[in-house]
C-alpha cells in the first residue's frame, strides 16, 4: 500500500478515469439543461470552457505522472 502522500500507478489510474467519467457527465448533464433551457449549444459549451480547461489539464499532468509511474518500473 502506497504511504500518506504518495499514490501509485494504479491508483492514479483509477482517480483518471473518474475525472474523465466527471468531465463527460458534466458536459451532459450541462448541455441537457441548457438545452431545456432552451440556450445554444454554443453559449452553453463557452461558459463551461474554464473548468473543462482545468480538468484538461490536470488529466495531462496526471497521464504523464502516470506514464512516468508506469515506464520506471
Given at each position: 500500500?502506497?504511504e500518506?502522500?504518495q499514490?501509485?500507478?494504479?491508483?492514479?489510474?483509477?482517480?483518471?478515469?473518474?475525472l474523465?467519467?466527471?468531465?463527460?457527465?458534466?458536459?451532459?448533464?450541462?448541455?441537457?439543461?441548457?438545452?431545456?433551457?432552451?440556450?445554444?449549444k454554443?453559449?452553453?459549451?463557452?461558459?463551461?470552457?474554464?473548468?473543462?480547461?482545468e480538468?484538461?489539464?490536470?488529466l495531462?499532468?496526471?497521464?504523464?505522472?502516470?506514464?512516468?509511474?508506469?515506464s520506471?518500473?
Amino acid at each position: 500500500m502506497a504511504e500518506a502522500g504518495q499514490i501509485n500507478a494504479e491508483e492514479l489510474a483509477g482517480v483518471i478515469k473518474e475525472l474523465e467519467t466527471y468531465r463527460e457527465r458534466l458536459v451532459n448533464d450541462t448541455l441537457a439543461a441548457a438545452q431545456k433551457a432552451k440556450m445554444s449549444k454554443s453559449h452553453t459549451m463557452a461558459q463551461l470552457e474554464p473548468q473543462l480547461a482545468e480538468i484538461d489539464a490536470k488529466l495531462q499532468e496526471w497521464r504523464e505522472l502516470h506514464t512516468s509511474l508506469t515506464s520506471s518500473k
